[in-house]
């Protein structure tokens, strides 16, 4: 298969598809919408899991694990969240096969074999584990509940992208519990600053922090917080949810406690939850039209070295230095993939591990054995210099660190400049269309408004961010008087 | 709830029961067969997790995810296996629920949209893996393949028991491709032993490496290799299975290969896996009528710390010496938890402490301080004995590694005592029934042999063990001769 990619500025949709396939990131699968996670995206995911699973247990969450099927008369108890799943549910109807009496060696669904009450894969588990969590609670000594869940879930989707939006999905989902709407609030509020610092801090992903509109939310939340990034080619994407249920699951499920005075009530909840589809946005993030750049922090190997000898003996040679160099960057916790194979050629290797966003590369050749030199070629920008053999893992730990914050620094910008206030609906229109990009608008407040701009522009409202600046103004699209500008783009 | 569980004397099965429920590890759902596994079992399987995962990846070995669902024209295409797992599948018929016309706000599966192909809920992932591999392989460069997945999968059982026969569990299943058949055995001899290293150095449960007869293979599999534990009710439990696949899957699915020859041949392959079956294992191998006796090296923490104090000053002076031993004890890589809690008495704590299995408890009261000492008492051994808080941290990382040494010993003493060899048919019922155990018998190595002793006595072969003694015998059964004994026994 040929490392080439189309640009993005060509085709900003195929070179993603290309991309995610050819640098080995994930392929479509047999299953219609299900994607088959290749071990290096693999590797990708394993290691944003490890980082955010250790900030879920520093912030108090443990982890349990829940039922993949949830009985249809559960799904169904709390309505809001039923009917905003219904639509995209698989549902399991039968449990045995048996052999085709017309078709030897085949096998049909038996129909003696019917479940009596059928079962939905989960697309989300509020409902199964608020029916367990009901037996959990009876007091507010039992409270708050502070579970993650690490598991993989099914949503029906028509159209489907590698990542960004598949039919089996991996992902965390937090469910907790607590005594009152406050404490519930700073939950939602303070797993939304957890993945806001994932995102930049991890994945170099500028994000902005804000509430969702009514029309947005999460089905069955009172309130949905989200963190929205900006992708290379204008589009927003929705990178992470954290939603303050209220107590509309407590009820559905008649969770209640007694609280501190002795009094019944019900259980205030939350939920929160990021997926695979953040390696949809760590790609379009950082990648360019030779392939994958990741930030240091979630590179399956951060440096690579390419051995370039003619014959045996040299390899040797070099093989000796590049060990030392290699235990010592290890020492410092850089890790670091030693490519000698002799089935592939230099080139080949660079532009492999160019393809697969690695983010140092180091070469060493013959001459460098005389001049005790390595050639380090920073994948970010593309630069390369010839550094002295000594100390390299002290340069490299440092050359990491500026690749992982340049590239925080490079998205911002990029959003910076890819951020514009309108005043008009002719405006709004034009950046939407052309500039694209986040575009900050006057708003009445109302889903009439945001629903006709949807249908006539595609835009959706974003966000409306936390702390936001307060300022008079008229909605573009109505005329109505409006106190503060929100965010609109075309999203993924 | 009471800390107070059946006697394993009086009734195994429901000492089993409470204590999985009662120390907080799993517990039955709304779904039919599928459990809950609380946040304290989880804990313990994440360290099986972390410890299997690292030696999968010191193997070589690397993870990827594939889709939950098998098509049914994949699942059938190796017919044996699809044979083997058809009477037990979960299949999803239809992709949407709409309401119900009769029921406002409940839902019924829309018939419009019933799927053109039904899914089944993979009970195993041979068949769409292989159907992935298909895409990968051209050539012998292109093997090895070393691939694991961690995956739920489904398995409809009719009678199910928490962790050890549940309709949905947890696992990993290793699925690799080789060039050649002795490759592939090797790869299947050295996951066993993985196993077998796991299961005897982490869980202290020994175990019995041996093959599985044709009966008792899995389906599809040339070769069933396993590792065989015994519970201490005399039982048997399978707690790890590697299978020597052949080129019947790559047949199935016509996964060829160029070899160095330049020649078409069909690949080789294996599966193994391990299941959170092990958790019942390591329950049932170790636990007492106290409760759970956990080995140190699989224990979510293996210190508890608990004060006995009268008033908010001692606690205070207590709290002091005791974060100072936490902070020397964490130093050294142990996991120490300091119970605090003021609305628990202190025996309280002790039972609750004892019923979770943490390995190692240490009190703290008014007289400790004045002397220096502390309590230190072993789950294992119910043990007690006063020492010098000075240097805590090395006596008991001395003796968290006692522990997990004596619960191996005290485990394979056991298995040896429970071990008997029998030259009659009489001798082998009277032991099945009576002593129970593992029972070393002669048999004639037929199916039809077997399937009889199975059907007069529920006893099964366990395994035929690897590298077994030669010797000349007769079958307990039919008399006719036999090179060695196997092992049989009831089994989980």
């Known amino acids: 298969m040929s490392k080439e990619l189309s640009t993005r500025e060509a085709n900003y949709s195929e070179w993603y598809n290309e991309l995610v396939e050819k640098a080995d990131l994930a392929q479509h699968s047999a299953v219609k919408g299900c994607m088959v996670i290749k071990p290096y995206g693999y590797a990708i995911w394993e290691k944003m899991q490890a980082a955010l699973d250790k900030m879920f247990k520093d912030t108090g969450h443990v982890n349990a694990y829940f039922p993949l099927f949830v009985p249809k008369s559960l799904f169904e108890a709390e309505e809001t969240n ?202 379009m993030s950082h990648s360019d039209d030779k392939g994958l750049v990741l930030p240091p922090k979630l590179a399956p190997y951060q440096v690579v070295i390419v051995p370039i000898y003619k014959g045996e003996e040299q390899l040797a040679q070099i093989s000796e230095v590049v060990l030392k160099m290699k235990a010592a960057m290890e020492a410092k916790g850089i890790s670091v993939k030693y490519d000698d194979r002799d089935n592939q050629r230099p080139g080949w290797k660079f532009a492999e591990y160019e393809l697969k966003g690695v983010p140092v590369r180091i070469a060493i050749g013959g001459r460098d054995l005389e001049n005790g030199t390595v050639e380090v070629a920073r994948r970010d920008t593309m630069e390369k210099e010839t550094l002295q053999q000594a100390d390299i893992e002290n340069k490299v730990a440092h050359m990491l660190e500026q690749i992982q914050d340049n590239l925080y620094q490079k998205a911002l910008a990029f959003r910076e400049e890819k951020t514009t206030a309108v005043n008009t609906y002719e405006e709004f229109k034009t950046v939407i269309e052309g500039k694209t990009g986040f575009v900050l608008a006057h708003w009445d407040g109302t889903s009439e408004t945001e629903k006709k701009i949807k249908e006539e522009t595609k835009a959706t409202i974003r966000c409306i961010p936390l702390n936001n600046k307060q300022e008079a103004g008229v909605c573009i699209y109505s005329g109505k008087p409006s106190a503060q500008r929100v965010i609109f783009a075309k999203a993924y």
């Open 82 to 283: 039923a009917e905003g799943f219904a639509k995209e549910c698989a549902v399991v109807t039968h449990y045995r096969l048996k052999s085709d009496p017309n078709n030897p060696g085949k096998l049909i669904v038996d129909p003696e074999a019917k479940l009596t009450e059928e079962l939905i894969v989960r697309p989300t588990s509020e409902a199964i584990i608020w029916n367990t969590y009901k037996g959990w609670i009876q007091s507010y000594r039992d409270l708050p509940i502070l579970i993650n869940q690490w598991a993989n879930v099914v949503r029906w989707e028509m159209r489907t992208r590698l990542f960004l939006r598949t039919t089996e999905f991996l992902w965390q989902e937090g469910h907790t519990a607590h005594e009152t709407k406050a404490e519930a609030i700073t939950e939602t509020e303070k797993m939304l600053d957890v993945y806001a610092k994932f995102a930049e801090e991890w994945m170099a992903m500028p994000v902005v922090k804000g509430f969702k509109t009514a029309n947005e939310r999460f089905a069955g939340a009172d309130e949905t917080y989200c963190i929205e990034a900006l992708m290379q080619d204008g589009k927003a994407l929705q990178a992470g949810t954290s939603h303050f249920l209220g107590q509309n699951f407590a009820k559905a499920f008649d969770v209640k406690f007694a609280n501190k005075e002795g009094k019944q009530d019900y259980v205030w909840a939350t939920s929160w939850g990021v997926s695979t589809r953040l390696m949809g946005a760590l790609i």
